[in-house]
């Protein structure tokens, strides 16, 4: 599919062609509140906040598309907003929650690196957003930034679902803070979702797995949300293997 044609702002615009910049300006709000809620020790608060931008950082490119209301300028104040929301605000609550007590100093390195890495990640993402895509394409360049947030963040989930309490091993959380900052600029192949492919017959079990996974979420979501980042890492594993076998 060819992508839509960004056209520059003219000087009136309706409504409608502005939906996807409210949208993308609606998740920045999120991070930028995830951030307060974690000076004020309220985490759980913002933990949803930044899934919540992830959220709305999916729907607003959907919505540009759908109104064909793409712009250079909701282009690059899209990458400004993720920067924010998936580098900015998950470094700040993985320090406040687990490494401010006795790591601070050491721990606001790793936090320093995460955020860079997601900077890095973004820049290059908007210097190939023109590029010719191929056909069908199944794979990612290394991790995406809202992925990268929630991967960022699965000390945080560990904690909230009462699996782990990284406060008492803020080394391994700041070593996994960098390390998925790393994930983000490499050169590692991650699954989109765009490629995935469920099989006709599969399909009734793929939806019931989706209502148990509704109510894991409505009744354990912290747990919903550590099982989706395992899930996601195994996927991540079996591509990188995959594409070395293939290779």
Known sequence: MTPPERRPLSRNLSLVRLMPNLVTILGLCAGLSAIRF????????????????????AVDGLVARRLNAASDFGAELD???????????????????????????????????????????????NINRDSPKSKGRQFFTGVPAP???????????????????????????????AAVGLLMVSTLPTPSIKGLWVPREKAPYLLIATAFLVGLGITR???????????????IATVALWQRRSG
């Open 221 to 235: 979501f912290w747990l919903l949300m550590v099982l989706v980042i395992l899930v996601y890492l195994v996927t």
């Open 79 to 125: 990458s400004l907003a993720d920067f924010v929301n998936f580098g900015v605000a998950p470094g700040v609550l993985v320090f406040g929650y687990a490494l401010q007590a006795d790591f601070a100093g050491p721990g606001w390195i790793f936090v320093l690196v995460f955020a860079v890495c997601a900077c890095l990640r973004l820049a290059r993402f």
């Open 147 to 177: 992925a990268g947030a929630m991967l960022g963040l699965f000390p945080v989930f560990l904690g909230l679902a009462h699996l782990a309490e990284p406060q008492k091993a803020p080394l391994l959380v700041a070593i996994w803070l």
């Open 38 to 57: 974690t000076l004020d020790a309220r985490f759980e608060v913002a933990a949803a906040l930044i899934i919540f931008a992830a959220l709305l950082d």
